[in-house]
């Protein structure tokens, strides 16, 4: 089974904070993409990768960065958390037209 | 420019009751893929089925059947004798290649909120 992890489930942060939000799979898959789930709007796509260090901006990615340093990990980043970064996050990774995703973290930022 | 439209934001039934689920969806491309995912509580994004374009048989699979009708650009989803398990959130999506042609992008719709009664 494809296995896509991420590092926490739950976070509170506070305004100007540095976030890290840290996603592994287990698959060897090439894509990983990041998206931030608003309810009334669905999943938005924040920035993907479909190699290490390639990276590309999603629909969404102001205010965001990402980091692909090993096949396996994919990190986003936020430089500055604002209020407005509240929201829960999800981690997919594809093989063949399918995204496998992570169980999500949900972001409260103070 | 991709979108996908579920225009049920809530929906409640009564258990055994059978449900649809619509969706339709905007693309130039010729060919994509269409998706259904159900999101229960826990919050995991459970993958349901994929269908590509070109392949417009309708499928089933146990108490779920999808309705896949490129004439209205629609990929509707059919809950039969609904359980209580089933409250869920369910999202379509739609996956193009992007731009640049690196990798496929899904667009999601909003999301219909499945709500089963006992």
């Known amino acids: 089974d494809v296995k896509v992890t991420q590092s926490s489930r739950y976070l509170v942060k506070r305004t100007g904070e540095k976030v890290f939000l840290e996603c592994v799979q287990d698959m060897d898959h090439e894509n990983m993409f990041w998206y931030r789930q608003d309810p009334g709007l669905g999943l938005r796509l924040i920035y993907f990768s479909y190699d290490v260090k390639m990276k590309e901006k999603g629909d969404i990615p102001e205010g965001y960065s990402v980091s692909r340093e090993k096949k396996e990990r994919f990190s986003l980043i936020l430089e500055s958390a604002s209020t407005n970064q509240t929201s829960m996050y999800l981690c997919a990774s594809s093989f063949r037209n399918e995204q496998f995703f992570g169980p999500g973290t949900r972001l409260t930022v103070l | 420019a991709q979108k996908v439209t579920q225009a049920q934001t809530e929906i409640s039934v009564v258990e055994k009751e059978d449900v649809t689920l619509d969706c339709v969806y905007e693309?130039?491309?010729?060919?994509?893929?269409l998706f259904w995912y159900k999101q229960p509580p826990s919050g995991e994004l459970v993958f349901l089925i994929r269908?590509?374009?070109?392949?417009?048989q309708n499928e089933i699979s146990g108490r779920y059947s999808w309705n896949f009708q490129k004439s209205t650009s629609s990929f509707n989803f059919t809950i039969t004798a609904s359980q209580v398990v089933d409250s869920a959130v369910y999202f379509c999506a739609l996956s193009v290649y992007l731009s640049s042609g690196s990798a496929r992008q899904l667009t999601f719709g909003s999301g219909t909120q499945l709500t089963v009664l006992p």
């Open positions: 693309t130039r491309d010729t060919t994509y893929y």
């Open positions: 269908r590509n374009s070109f392949d417009e």
